[in-house]
């Protein structure tokens, strides 16, 4: 089971996806003043007010659960493959929510505002290219035994 390299891939997207969970994706910063709000997967923070964002910090920890259980298909290579691929489906809808949730913020915000990317906005990116990885390598396993069926 460890010894797959796609067992390593779908670990790797677990774990980026829950450090996702406890970093911070934006800073919203407004004129004259350093740090207006901040958005992590929690909700968006300003000094007055609080907005959560139940859906982003959902997906997220789908995001972080799927790829776990699915380690442990590997057995069943065509059931793993659908469950990656609905991972990368839930870190592409993970993008859309938080896109959502910001839009929706923005327009309460009647200031000026400048947009901050932070470093958990990047790390569902690289879980998604590490689930592909995983998916390649996991059909490339069921190459591997068709081929390996059809000498016997």
Same mark, same amino acid.
């Given at each position: ?19 996702? /969970? ?10 004259? &003043? ?17 907005? !959560?964002?139940?859906? /982003? ?7 972080? &659960?799927? !790829? ?27 993008? &859309? ?26 790390? !569902? &990116? /690289?879980?998604? /290219? ?23």
């Amino acid at each position: 089971m460890i010894q797959r390299i796609q067992t390593i891939f779908l670990l790797l997207t677990a774990i980026l996806m829950g450090a996702t /969970v406890l970093c911070p994706l934006l800073e919203i910063s407004g004129e004259g &003043v350093k740090v207006v709000s901040s958005f992590d997967s929690f909700g968006i923070f300003s000094s007055a007010t609080e907005y !959560p964002t139940w859906g /982003v910090l959902t997906f997220a920890i789908i995001g972080t &659960v799927l !790829p776990l259980i699915n380690i442990f298909f590997y057995k069943k290579r065509k059931l793993q493959i659908s469950i990656a691929i609905i991972t990368a489906l839930i870190i592409a809808i993970y993008y &859309v929510t938080a896109l959502t949730y910001l839009s929706a913020f923005l327009d309460k915000i009647n200031d000026s505002y400048a947009l901050n990317l932070q470093f958990g906005i990047i790390l !569902p &990116v /690289v879980a998604l /290219v590490f689930d592909l990885l995983a998916i390649n390598r996991i059909k490339k396993d069921e190459r591997l035994i068709k081929s390996l069926d059809r000498i016997r």
